[in-house]
Each structure stands twice: as C-alpha cells, then as structure tokens.
C-alpha cells in the first residue's frame, strides 16, 4: 500500500513560475526523498532530507522537511518546460529496513 | 559508468505464461531492490537483495514471483502463470549499500493478455 500521499495529483504552471508539492507520510522515518519521472529518462533521484534536517536546496530544488507534521514540500523555481514529469516522495521507515515507500505522485506540467 | 540496465524493456504475454525480467545493477553496487509500479501509482516495494542474499522478500504478492542474485551482482525476477492483475512496469534498483541513494533501472512494462 502507498504510504507517502502527495499533494496535489496534478499542478499545471507556466514556464518561470514556482511550483510547490507536498507530501505526507504516516510512521517515523530514516530519511524521505523526492523522485522525478518521466517517460524519456525513467525514475530519478533528485534529493535526500534526512528525519534530523529541516532544509535541504539542491539548484533549482529546495526541500522542507517538518517531522511534527509528518509532511514534506518539494519547492521547484523558475520552472522549465523540462521540468514536466510526475514527483514522488519517497521514505525509509525507521523499523522496517531499506525500501523505499512511495506515494502516488503529483504530476507536472510546465508550458511555455 | 553505466548505469541500472533492464531486459527487456517491454514484454507481452499469454495468461498462464511464465516471464523472466532482468536486471544489470551498477558495478559494485552491493544492494538490488525490484519494485512494481502498476499505471498511475507509485512504485511498490517486491524484494530486496544484499549481494546474493535475498534479506526481504515481504512485498512479493504471491508465490508466483520469485527472485534471485545467485552471484551477487545480475538479478532475476520470475512470474510464473502470469494473470492479467500482474500487468505492471517492473523496476529494479541498486545501491551502493541498502542505506544509500538507490538508483533505478528504465523498467520493464509487462502487458498479460
């Protein structure tokens, strides 16, 4: 079952704009990530936000992460229409080893 | 180098039929992970391998799926008498060790009709 859920299912935004997309989760973690999919390059690994970090900024990207809420937000600038993609959130529960629990993602679309 | 590498990147088949989907980790890489992702959801979690030792096989839906890394580095994942349910794209994933970065493969879409 999905664990992660994020938020919204779907954003469409012009190209330089910012985009915002949320993620909550439901038992402790190790650490949660944020994944970009697209049809042209697969699943890949955009950023790492450890359970004792609150802010992370990779680029374009800045990551929160607020453990009392159980939710994190992935922040995008000045988007691209390369940006377009599904985001997922993805977490390591504390107990539970080292798979990766997804949500169902928010899906982008940037145009220009 | 190269990266995650899957075979074969789409697959069809009968109800009934058996399927094997590989999968070439990165070099070295000690931790492989086979996730399912059916349309419009996010991956789920199958089975996850530590070199040839297979630590966790809790995601894997029913006794038709079996893995195995027999030599610690190519991993196989088997679907015996495949049924329509199973239609998914099929990633794998490897990681230097279980706690890193795991980086995916392109996947594998299997269609059963």
């Known amino acids: 079952s999905q664990q992660g859920e994020e938020d919204p299912q779907a954003l469409s935004i012009q190209e330089g704009e910012n985009a915002t997309m949320n993620c909550s989760y439901k038992?402790?973690?190790?650490?949660l990530q944020w994944y970009r999919q697209n049809s042209g390059r697969g699943l890949v690994h955009l950023i790492l936000?450890?359970?004792?970090?609150r802010e992370k900024h990779s680029g374009r990207l800045r990551v929160t992460l607020d453990t009392s809420k159980k939710s994190s937000s992935l922040l995008i600038t000045a988007s691209r229409a390369a940006d377009t993609a599904s985001y997922f959130c993805a977490t390591t529960f504390s107990n539970s080893g080292y798979a990766l629990n997804f949500g169902k993602g928010t899906s982008l679309l940037v145009t220009p | 180098g190269a990266g995650v590498s899957q075979s074969p990147r789409y697959k069809v088949a009968k109800r009934g039929q058996d399927v094997a989907l590989r999968c070439d980790p990165i070099s070295g890489h000690v931790s492989l992970f086979w996730y399912q992702q059916a349309l419009g959801q996010g991956p789920e979690f199958l089975t996850y391998f530590q070199n040839e030792a297979q630590l966790d096989k809790s995601g894997l839906p029913s006794d038709r799926f079996f893995a195995e890394r027999p030599e610690g580095s190519v991993s196989t994942l088997k679907i015996q008498r495949t049924q329509q349910e199973d239609s998914a794209v099929y990633l794998c994933?490897?990681?230097?060790?279980?706690?890193?970065?795991?980086?995916f493969g392109p996947g594998t879409r299997l269609t059963v009709l």
């Open positions: 994933a490897s990681s230097r060790l279980g706690v890193d970065t795991q980086y």
């Open positions: 038992t402790s973690i190790n650490n």
């Open positions: 936000i450890r359970s004792n970090e």
